[in-house]
Nanobody, 125 residues
Framework: HVQLVESGGGSVQAGGSLTLACLNSDYSWARACMGWFRQGPGKAREGVAAINSDGRTNYALFAKGRFTISKDSIEGTTYLQMNGLTPVDTAMYYC????????????????????WGQGTQVTVS
């Protein structure tokens, strides 16, 4: 069972930026696909971005051009850099791991991921 710990959330004004981090302390991290999801009040959890074990990335339409997912192999950390934030981006953001090397086309479906972090709150006003 992969253990994931998110950090970096907070409150920002519209137009601001935040960088979220997800620490994966499990040995299987190098072979896992990592994803970022979010869930706003009264909304379903939705995929934001994901990265394959080989570094290829996927983004939701609303994230393209504003958000960047990346990973640091040495630190075992996955990042989500978010720019141009708007109140619509207010949500709890979750890190997730899929213990496979590559993501399918439906990477944005939460059911495909094996482990989840506790989430970090992002509030944009």
């Amino acid at each position: 069972h992969v253990q994931l710990v998110e950090s970096g959330g907070g409150s920002v004004q519209a137009g601001g930026s935040l960088t979220l981090a997800c620490l994966n302390s499990d040995y299987s991290w190098a072979r896992a696909c990592m994803g970022w999801f979010r869930q706003g009040p009264g909304k379903a959890r939705e995929g934001v971005a994901a990265i394959n074990s080989d570094g290829r990335t996927n983004y939701a339409l609303f994230a393209k051009g504003r958000f960047t997912i990346s990973k640091d192999s040495i630190e075992g950390t996955t990042y989500l850099q978010m720019n141009g934030l708007t109140p619509v981006d207010t949500a709890m953001y979750y890190c997730a791991a899929r213990v496979r090397r590559f993501l399918p086309d439906n990477w944005h479906e939460p059911r495909l991921y094996n482990s989840w972090g506790q989430g970090t709150q992002v509030t944009v006003s």
